[in-house]
């Protein structure tokens, strides 16, 4: 074999493993950004989130217990 032939496969060889690399990183990255999270969509409107009773988040579950206790309140003690 001549050095050409071998010098040609190895940088196919480090171009490939160069590209899974590459790939495997994106991958990756696509995989932190899309996977659910700690993550509100509509950050400082709970009361009108259409998740809210699903959500898991601290300011969900302040925003429910708010609704219950205007719920619970007669009409002269509402704001």
Do not use: F, K
């Not at 032939?5 to 990183?25: F, H, K, P």
């Not at 009773?53 to 003690?77: H, K, M, N, T």
């Amino acid at each position: 074999m001549s050095d050409d032939l071998r010098l040609d496969r190895r940088e196919a060889l480090l171009s490939l493993g160069r590209y899974l690399v590459a790939g495997a990183i994106a991958v990756g990255a696509g995989l932190l950004t899309a996977r659910p999270g700690d993550a509100c969509a509509y950050p400082g409107v709970c009361a009108e989130c259409p998740a809210l009773e699903g959500c898991a988040l601290p300011q969900a579950g302040a925003a429910r217990q708010d609704r219950q206790r205007s719920g619970q309140l007669s009409d002269c003690e509402r704001p």
